[in-house]
């Protein structure tokens, strides 16, 4: 939502995700009483025409699949786009191979924490990076990476070679800033970016962005490859990948965990615990 907030006026109602019931419907498509998912912002109730054209960078509202017993506020992370922009951000971009080094900033996020867990179902290492003790326990101890730091009271630099001294081969960049150009200098030859975010500049104003180090040389002479994507490219492929989770899900290959807030009037505060990193997982509001 923070990103996207930067090119929507003032007064347009606030973007996010939604899982809703239907209560009232003329198509067949999205029949009363179904659960569906669809991109219709902060708001209690929504009239919508699935007909009507939508920003290509936002999902079509669907009809969810089924669950079975799992929680319908999945829906909105680990089998929503979250799970699928770490399915498909890492397996179609990154394409990391058994025994590869798989690193992952904002690891203990919605989509952060499935790219690790993707990661280690393929035979990668995974090394997470994270803001809190209690984060990278969670990462390391129930999840299965290998190696978590935290990089506000450990020196990346130093902890990133002693658990990567090879180097890295995979890297899925939720951060950008400072800590991405440390992680990017430590990349193997023919090392994959997969680019997701930004969290570290979304709050600052474009002269307050953190100055890094040329990046050019470790492109160059390590031969890499980085690309940035929107999930919605992947609409084609969309609940192929939402079985896929659910099939490692079922199979106890994939954890999940959600923060949740109670009450609509507490959205902005949700939204802010967010960006300050305290959830751990998908943060979700129930209305």
């Known amino acids: ?18 899982v809703a019931k239907v209560i009232e419907s003329n198509d067949a498509n999205f029949p009363k009483d179904s659960f569906v ?15 009507d054209g939508n920003d290509n960078t936002l999902i079509k509202p669907y009809v969810l699949p089924s669950f079975g017993d799992l929680p319908l506020s999945l829906g909105l992370g680990h089998f929503g ?41 393929k035979g990668c290492k995974v090394i997470g990076i994270a803001g809190s003790d209690d984060k990278c326990t969670w990462l390391t101890k129930e999840i299965g990476f290998d190696h978590a730091i935290n990089y506000k ?9 002693q658990y990567a001294p090879d180097g890295v081969d995979c890297y899925f960049d939720n951060v950008g800033g400072e800590l991405s150009s440390i992680v990017i200098n430590q990349m193997r030859d023919f090392g ?16 307050d962005w953190p100055k890094v180090p040329f990046l050019q040389p470790a ?21 192929d990948g939402l079985a ?14 959600e923060t949740v807030t109670e009450g609509f009037e507490n959205m902005p505060q949700a939204l802010i615990d967010m960006l300050e990193g305290k ?9």
């Open 37 to 51: 998912y669809g991109t219709f912002g902060w708001r209690t109730h929504k009239i919508f025409n699935a007909n």
């Open 244 to 257: 896929q989770l659910k099939q490692w899900t079922d199979e106890g290959k994939l954890q999940y965990r």
């Open 81 to 121: 786009m979250p799970g699928n922009t770490a399915y498909f951000g890492l397996l179609d971009i990154c394409k990391p191979k058994e025994d590869e080094v798989v690193v992952v900033s904002g690891a203990a996020g919605a989509v952060g924490n499935l790219v690790g867990q993707i990661a280690k179902i």
């Open 1 to 18: 939502m923070r990103p996207y907030t930067e090119r929507i006026p003032v007064g347009v109602t606030m973007i996010g995700g939604q």
């Open 192 to 207: 994959r970016i997969s680019v997701c975010g930004s969290i570290s500049s979304y709050n600052l104003p474009y002269s």
């Open 219 to 239: 492109f160059v002479f390590k031969q890499l490859k980085m690309e940035g994507f929107l999930v919605p490219r992947y609409w084609n492929k969309w609940f």
């Open 153 to 161: 009271t450990e020196p990346v630099h130093k902890t990133l070679k």
């Open 279 to 287: 959830n751990v997982g998908k943060a979700v509001v129930k209305v």
